[in-house]
């Protein structure tokens, strides 16, 4: 169990003082950091790595003290016997990544060095890539050698941030893969930094959602990210539609409360809350929750039946973006198919059907 | 030609530009790395040669290499002979004056250097000194190979500091550039002229190796 308990203030000139403020445990297995950039998730991780130092507080894992203001102790990244892949994953350029892979076993003796190098680049699949220089290898490639230098000094704790940006997902759920069997056979506190819903989906038994320096929500993937209770989360967890919305009326019968969207453009059915009829709220509903019909539809069960225009439409690869106007402006993903079977084009009259659990308050 | 001149500025500038790399790698490494908020002072006192005419340099070294100054003294009853007009003295004059042409090159090289990859080394448990020579040197060789370039050219052109704290003892102190400077009071311009030629073509060689290998250490000219 690792025990961050810290706080680390950054003053710069003109603007708010940045604080980071945390008080959390972080259990065996993986921990998802998620939240919007300039949240304070590296500056967390580059403190528990004793890149940095807080100003305040303790880290300890278990029964060892990384950091203690109180006593004004803190230990070097040497000694903590911790692992931390980077953004930029930063291999040596000028090493082969036999090299890189020993660097941190320098105290065993080479028959060991060698005898680790070979098994981790067995286990990340990289053993015919060893006398190749960082320069040589392509982005997955690099991210394979980067957590094999790092898992291969047996730490017990592993930071990993944002470590398979830029990979498409194959390979990113090969390595995931990798890292969770990895995972299954070493139990220590694994912290991961990622954007990515899908990464979160694939390795997260815990969310920790961090919003300008502070933990503001922990749970399963599920709870935290499907129901995000900030805007700057909301927008992080891709939801793509954050509207303003104003509660209308309370009707508990029917288990909701009518709001008006974006100045009485519109109004819809969302779950019932604690928002006072009156109060101004935020709406979020992701783009690809929203269902598209080309005739008015009949006996459903979803509440919330918009009419509206399409404005524009953009592909993105597996699906399609698409902009509609109905009072207030959707954003709608759908799929290439869709598009094709409904004959969707811009100007074209449809109808949205969004149901009443799709729509989640922000504040 | 003054075969003899020649060799002794080249044996000088290759002593000066070795030692002062040793000198210069701990320096350079301070000004890089430390966070301490007064290593501006360091950082003018290593660029004081830049700016002050080679006399007072000059001046002042050979006042404290003289029979009483501080280092003088100690030379003295260290080793039993002066240290002024001697080559030594003179080695030691123009580690002073070429001092930033040193440090400067392996300053910007330290700080062109990803910090994350400082980071890495230091999470893998690797100590200062290791991190230093693992990672530091071996990415910094630009740094490094522009830092003894310059530094042995500068040494090689030096005239004000070499009279004040050398004179001009054949085979001691008499480099290249003091001899020139005889030829021409001896009205002897062909020889000046060898010697001249020989030194203008060995910097502009040495300049476009630097410029060569790294545009981006200690270039007057903008950054590509």
Request: charged share 20%; net charge neutral.
């Amino acid at each position: 169990m690792l025990n961050v308990q810290i706080r680390k203030e950054f003053r710069s000139k003109g603007a708010q003082p940045f604080v980071l403020d945390i008080s959390e445990s972080f259990a065996s297995g993986f921990t998802v950091l998620f939240g919007p950039s300039g949240a304070g998730k590296s500056t967390l991780l580059d403190c528990i790595a004793g890149l940095q130092q807080p100003d305040s507080g303790e880290i300890r894992l278990g029964e060892r003290t990384y950091f203690d203001a109180a006593s004004n102790l803190s230990l070097p990244p040497q000694s903590r016997k911790l692992a931390y892949v980077f953004q930029s994953l930063a291999l040596f350029p000028h090493l082969s990544v036999e090299q890189n892979i020993r660097y941190g076993l320098a105290e065993l003796a080479v028959a060991e060095q060698k005898k680790r190098a070979a098994n981790i680049a067995a286990a990340f699949r990289i053993v015919n890539l060893t006398a190749r220089r960082p320069g040589e290898l392509s982005g997955g490639e690099k991210q394979r050698v980067a957590l094999a230098r790092a898992l291969v000094t047996r730490p017990s704790v592993m930071l990993l941030d944002e470590p398979l940006t830029g990979l498409d997902s194959g390979l990113r759920r090969s390595i995931l893969e990798d890292l969770s069997a990895w995972n299954e056979a070493i139990r220590i506190p694994i912290l991961y930094v990622t954007h990515n819903r899908e990464e979160v989906d694939a390795i997260g038994e815990r969310v920790v959602t961090l919003v300008n320096g502070r933990v503001q929500e922990t749970g399963a993937p599920r709870t935290v990210l499907d129901m995000p209770r900030s805007i700057e989360l909301a927008h992080a967890a891709d939801f793509e539609n954050v509207l303003p919305a104003m509660v209308v009326e309370h009707r508990p019968a029917d288990g909701v409360m009518r709001v008006s969207l974006d100045h009485a453009a519109c109004e819809i059915e969302i779950p019932l809350g604690d928002a006072e009829p009156g109060s101004e709220i935020r709406v979020a509903i992701r783009a690809g929750d929203i269902i598209v019909a080309t005739e008015p539809p009949h006996f459903l069960s979803a509440r919330n039946i918009l009419p509206g225009t399409i404005d524009s439409l953009e592909a993105r690869g597996t699906m399609v973006a698409l902009r509609v106007k109905s009072g207030t402006v959707f954003q709608v993903h759908v799929t290439p198919g869709a598009v094709r079977t409904l004959d969707l084009s811009p100007g074209l009259l449809i109808w949205l059907v969004v149901k009443t659990h799709s729509c989640h308050v922000v504040r | 030609m003054n075969t003899e001149a020649l060799l002794l500025s080249f044996r000088l500038s290759a002593t000066v530009s070795l030692f002062l790399l040793v000198l210069a790698l701990p320096v350079a490494y301070a000004i890089s790395f430390s966070e301490w908020r007064g290593k501006f002072l360091v950082e003018s006192i290593v660029a004081l040669p830049l700016v002050l005419p080679p006399t007072v340099l000059g001046f002042y070294a050979l006042v404290a290499m003289g029979p009483r100054g501080p280092l003088g003294k100690l030379w003295q009853s260290l080793f039993g002979h002066p240290l002024a007009f001697t080559f030594t003295g003179l080695v030691l004059a123009s580690m002073v004056y070429s001092l930033p042409f040193a440090v400067q090159p392996l300053v910007a090289s330290f700080e062109s250097l990803d910090r994350r990859l400082l980071d890495a080394s230091a999470v893998l448990g690797a100590d200062r000194l290791r991190t230093f020579f693992c990672v530091i040197l071996p990415l910094a060789w630009p740094g490094i190979l522009t830092a003894l370039v310059l530094s042995f050219a500068h040494t090689l052109g030096e005239f004000g500091v070499v009279l004040m704290v050398g004179g001009n003892l054949p085979g001691i102190t008499r480099t290249v550039s003091i001899d020139i400077y005889d030829r021409v009071q001896a009205l002897d311009y062909a020889a000046a002229h060898q010697s001249a030629l020989l030194l203008l073509l060995i910097s502009f060689v040495v300049l476009s190796v630097v410029y060569g290998v790294n545009r981006r250490v200690w270039s007057p000219w903008p950054v590509k």
